[in-house]
């Protein structure tokens, strides 16, 4: 079967080595559905396996919301059946995912996808995108933009900060409220097609 193998690892953990964030990644993705829950795979990395495009699209941006670790995305086949523990699987998607693990430390936004699919230039290209918008977002964009996520209007939004909706409106606009809801939408749309290929 296809699927989305996702090797992370923490960023700068050779110089702040008393700082594991692993443990606290972990509980922050807890609530994702995955095929393999995400666990720890050796020192500073944790590793999972998913076939949902919408939950790529969750996970990838939590990690960059974070702006801590290095992301490696591999796609393609995993052996059948898949082992209970995560790190014990095989097949070239989770080889594909150390491929670009290794080379997130060095690519734009610590991101890289990796496949035999040339689609998957498709996907990186656009999660990079995806990357520059959410970097310029603020603490204050932030926290408009979980609130409208999780269903407020932006009346709603400017009621419950204290704020007018004009004020709102413009918060929405500098975090790239808008931007970002495209830019999820079309990472889930490749990442599917990706995913759905030859199954």
Known sequence: MRAAVLTIDQRGSTEDAATDRVPEALRALADVALLRSFERTAGDEFQGVLDDPAALATVVERLLRDQRWSIGIGIGEVEEPLPESTRAGRGPAYVHAREAVTSAKSAPW??????DDPGVRGLE????????VLHRRTPRGWEVADLVDAGATYDQVASRLGVTQS?????????GIVESRRARELVAQLAGALLETAR
């Open 110 to 115: 610590r991101l890289r996808v990796a496949g």
């Open 125 to 132: 290209t656009t999660l990079w995108l995806w990357a520059a």
């Open 167 to 175: 004020a709102i409106s413009q918060r929405a606009q500098a975090a």
